[in-house]
């Protein structure tokens, strides 16, 4: 009788775990990390490039539904001339090549809950995100181009 017991108990612990499952979400190809090599902006008729920047380095990350960046000096802030710290994330959407950055969080306080529209285009280990950055308040309008390589 016991052996019965312990082979019924058995069978049920294995068939409860087989019955547990957990979805598995779609992958982006967009989500990982991101290694900026290359930035300008376009303001009317100038260019101007923006990165890079000797002493700097910036990345990305995205996941399924959020991004985030990273700017910083590599000196860790101790040339005060040189310093530098930009950090921002929030939600954002993808339709294609078409990628919209709702921004949360940024250190400059005054983007925050502001939307961009955005061109996005992966090519190998490479992104290219494209678009205009425009806060009406703060008088800003302008056409960025960013690229940056995956990080393995």
Known sequence: M???ALIFLALA???????????VSQSS??????????????????????????????IKILNNTHFAFFKHDLQHGKDSAKAVYDTG?????????????????????EWEDKDFT????????TLIQKGI???????VN??????YVRVP
């Open 2 to 4: 016991k052996i019965h």
């Open 13 to 23: 612990a294995c068939t409860s775990c087989t019955r547990t499952t957990v979805p």
């Open 29 to 58: 190809p967009i989500n990982g990390t991101w290694r900026m090599f290359a930035a300008k902006m376009i303001k009317g008729k100038d260019t101007t490039i923006t990165f890079p920047v000797e002493g700097q380095e910036m």
């Open 89 to 109: 994330s929030g939600t954002y959407t993808l339709d294609g090549e078409t990628y919209t950055e709702h921004l949360t969080y940024c250190n400059y306080r």
């Open 118 to 125: 955005f061109n996005l285009q992966v090519k190998h280990d």
């Open 133 to 139: 950055e425009k806060i009406e308040d703060l008088q």
């Open 142 to 147: 302008r056409e960025i181009i960013e690229m």
